[in-house]
């Protein structure tokens, strides 16, 4: 079972940036399809962003849509959410997943939270206003 850390949060201002980054155990996960999502306080897990296996494919949820960007790091084990114009309802813990089992398509990717098998900790989003 893949491993799977996330770092990178912390207390912004609005309109601020951050990058949170998601280390795998693994010596690549360019295999998997890998995606993110938050979770606020009382509310439910939803998605933010996803990464295709391998065609590089890229899906937003409308909310993050042209401020939120993932993208694979170059060594490979490592997958990233760039934050940009952040704002205080995007205040939540993030987690990285990671779906290990077969997939059709190195195209596809997933937006579902049961679509991943692996999780990692979360890291802690705050924006104040």
């Known amino acids: 079972q893949v491993q799977l850390v996330e770092s990178g949060g912390g207390l912004v201002q609005a309109g601020g940036s951050l990058r949170l980054s998601c280390a795998a155990s693994?010596?690549?996960?360019?295999?998997?399809?890998m995606g993110w999502f938050r979770q606020a306080p009382g509310k439910e897990r939803e998605f933010v962003a996803a990464?295709?296996?391998?065609?590089?494919?890229?899906f937003y949820a409308d909310s993050v849509k042209g401020r939120f960007t993932i993208s694979r790091g170059n060594a490979k084990n490592t997958v990233y959410l760039q934050m940009n114009s952040l704002k205080p309802e995007d205040t939540a813990v993030y987690y990285c997943?990671?779906?290990?089992?077969?997939?059709?398509?190195?195209?596809?990717?997933?937006?579902?939270?049961?679509?991943?098998?692996?999780w990692g900790q979360g890291t802690q989003v705050t924006v104040s206003s």
């Open positions: 990464i295709s296996r391998s065609s590089g494919r890229t």
């Open positions: 693994e010596r690549t996960i360019s295999n998997y399809a």
């Open positions: 997943g990671a779906r290990t089992r077969t997939s059709a398509s190195g195209s596809n990717y997933y937006i579902r939270s049961d679509d991943y098998d692996a």
